[in-house]
């Protein structure tokens, strides 16, 4: 009886440690997932080739702040259009580049200017391509929140010091961008009001 109760009281233990190893291992995995998780939302941004988005733009100058809605197309490696939809004085100002020539439309005067061999569009600090390059080239931070990850990298440039890319955990696909300054003051802020991702007619 006493061999039965002592046996009976091993198994129990044993039992018991088994079952801490297994939520501890769980736990464990857990946070690898979470690891995983934020390395798969940079990557998915990594491999966008093209984008076609609607956008609302704040731009904060000493003096005053411009808003504006855009609307945005892009295709890998450097076709690039955007085309002005408010405030309505600059509505239908389009940009356009080939990968070799930039061409300015203005529908509403019926003008157009093409610049050929330009090699300047990466400077277009409002473009996700632009980012993504820098993302590219620059070391970045991650920061996991309860419902995204943020994605900042410091290319330090004259255009910007600081660049925060929003991305939603439920769709994978970016919401907002911050461009700030060496003294982190927001220049200007991007909100992706549509955005559709490696789907674009090119």
């Known amino acids: 009886m006493k061999n039965k109760k002592i046996i009976f009281i091993c198994i129990i233990i044993i039992s018991f440690i088994i079952i801490i190893s297994f939520f501890n291992y769980k736990k464990q995995n857990s946070g690898n997932n979470i690891s995983k ?9 990594l491999n966008i080739s093209s984008y076609e988005a609607t956008i609302s733009v704040e731009i904060n100058s000493n003096k005053n702040t411009n808003k504006y809605i855009i609307k945005q197309f892009y295709n890998s490696p ?3 259009k955007q085309e002005v939809q408010a405030p309505e004085n600059i509505k239908g100002l389009i940009t356009i580049y080939d990968g070799s ?55 330090k440039n004259k255009y910007a010091w600081y660049k ?7 769709t994978g696909k970016p ?28």
Do not use: H
């Open 37 to 45: 998780s934020i390395t798969d939302y940079k990557q998915n941004i």
């Open 175 to 202: 919401t907002k961008m911050e461009i700030l300054d060496e003294n982190k003051n927001k220049l200007v802020y991007i909100l992706y009001n549509e955005i559709t991702i490696n789907n674009t007619i090119k």
């Open 164 to 170: 925060r890319l929003s991305i939603s955990k439920t």
């Open 78 to 80: 450097n076709t690039f």
């Open 101 to 155: 020539n930039l061409e300015i439309q203005n529908t509403n005067l019926n003008l157009s200017k093409i610049y050929k061999d330009y090699n300047c569009l990466s400077n277009n600090i409002l473009s996700l391509n632009s980012f993504i390059e820098e993302l590219k080239e620059n070391n970045s931070e991650c920061v996991e929140l309860e419902n995204e990850i943020i994605l900042e990298v410091t290319p």
